[in-house]
């Protein structure tokens, strides 16, 4: 934190702009090197950037931000110049001459989190919002950028808080006559912690269905339409579809968005037992993805007499296609199968209203931007509280301080109070170079 870093701030490629970022205490020094002043705060100003002889490397605009009243809570220089790839190199490795070292990926975010700028979730829904495949994931990162979520946190561990100090005040007088365990409100206000945070962890799953999607793999025998399936619910010719069993041999990856959440399709070489080398490898890539899928969309030809037709013990929902062929009604049939016909797209309705449900996606305007650290550890605190509640109610005063020490601590984890280095390391490592 006592160095200065520098990076380029825009994307790989040619554009109308690009921006070299630089932070830290050398800031104002490195501006008059290679600007020729350093920029009024917040203000734009026009000039030339150069190089160790004075010469131009580029024309541009300057905004200096102070601290702290910065991203990084540092100072901040940003160069934003012309958006070829060399030029921006240049103005790069001038402003390491001049003595910054290259940023690491997410040491900028990282610096605004160990300032204060931000907390833990907040500097990770700034990754999310720029990796946001949907308007809703971004709609979600912005809301907890914006730190709506973190304070719907906080303000649970502030009521649990008042909890602790409330029951352990009440152990250090175990021997008065006044039992303060027996006040009926404190169930009741646990309660009310209890819902908040029950609400909290579903709105928090929602953003992760948004962000995250579902990974279906679409399998079954040879020849039942599984690549014309993939090609109807993508609306476009993607697999190669003929009378032939066989024709698929390797998997076939593609995406499709539903409402705000990425649905990944994988299609799949048919099952069968083959001596051929080349098809046998292609049913041990298909068993591998339905190892790794959150659902299988296993196919039958609706023809066939039985309804499961050796389904998968993995999570899935029977897909019986060629209805055209059958002549029966598209739709659903039970809670774990429907009819369709891929070639004409009739029964299609059925099958996206069962990834969204399995994506456990419902349309909705307050989700946050989620990730599995932030659903474990809400999940972990809400176990928590529910011994605690369980504990309260059998006087167990003991236990329920514990209890709810336990909640604090999971709360704490997620907006970054009670954080690891390590884990501080993990999360950064994930973003890009300039943010």
């Not at 701030?9 to 921006?19: H, Q, R, V, Y």
């Not at 808080?161 to 409330?166: A, D, Q, W």
């Not at 080398?277 to 030809?301: F, H, Y």
Request: with cysteine.
């Amino acid at each position: 934190m006592n160095d200065t870093i520098c990076a380029i701030a825009t994307p790989l490629g040619s554009g109308g702009i690009g921006i070299v970022r630089v932070s830290g205490p050398d800031v104002i020094r490195i501006a008059r090197e290679i600007f020729g002043r350093c920029p009024n705060p917040r203000i734009a100003e026009f000039g030339d950037f150069l190089d160790a002889k004075g010469e131009c490397i580029d024309s541009g605009i300057a905004l200096y931000f102070p601290k702290p009243k910065s991203f990084t809570g540092e100072d901040v220089l940003e160069l934003q110049g012309h958006g070829g790839r060399v030029v921006q190199e240049l103005v790069c490795e001038r402003v390491r001459e001049l003595g910054a070292r290259l940023a690491r990926a997410g040491e900028f975010t990282e610096r605004a989190f160990l300032e204060g700028r931000l907390d833990l979730a907040q500097a990770e829904a700034v990754a999310d919002l720029i990796s946001a495949s949907s308007a809703q994931a971004a709609r979600a990162s912005a809301r907890s950028l914006s730190g709506e979520f973190s304070r719907e946190v906080l303000a649970i561990d502030r009521e649990v808080l008042e909890l602790r100090t409330y029951i352990e005040g009440a152990i250090d007088f175990a021997e008065e006559e006044i039992d303060f365990l027996d006040d009926k409100a404190l169930i009741q206000r646990a309660s009310i912690a209890e819902q908040r945070l029950q609400t909290l962890l579903r709105r928090t799953e929602l953003g992760a269905a948004m962000k995250n999607g579902l990974r279906v793999v679409i399998a079954g025998s040879p020849n039942v339409g599984k690549s014309s399936l993939l090609n109807a619910l993508l609306n476009e010719d993607r697999a190669i579809v003929t009378d032939i069993a066989g024709t698929t041999r390797d998997t076939l990856d593609a995406t499709i968005n539903l409402d705000g959440v990425p649905i990944h399709l994988i299609d799949t070489a048919g099952l069968h037992q083959s001596d051929d080398p080349i098809e046998e490898a292609g049913i041990r890539r298909t068993r591998m993805a339905m190892e790794q899928a959150d659902l299988t969309l296993w196919v039958v030809d609706d023809r066939a007499a039985s309804n499961a037709d050796e389904a998968p013990n993995c999570k899935h929902l029977i897909v019986r296609n060629k209805c055209d062929l059958s002549e029966r009604p598209p739709g659903v049939l039970d809670e774990g199968a429907v009819r369709v016909s891929a070639l004409y797209q009739k029964g299609l309705s059925t099958i996206r209203d069962f990834l969204m449900e399995s994506a456990g996606f419902q349309v909705t305007d307050d989700a946050f931007a989620g990730r599995p650290r932030h659903i474990k550890s809400l999940t972990c605190a809400l176990e928590a509280l529910q011994r605690a509640i369980s504990s309260l109610e059998s006087k167990s005063g003991e236990v329920v301080a514990e209890d709810l020490r336990e909640v604090h601590k999971y709360l704490g984890d997620v907006v970054g109070e009670t954080t690891t280095d390590e884990l501080l390391g993990e999360i950064f490592s994930r973003f890009c170079i300039g943010k």
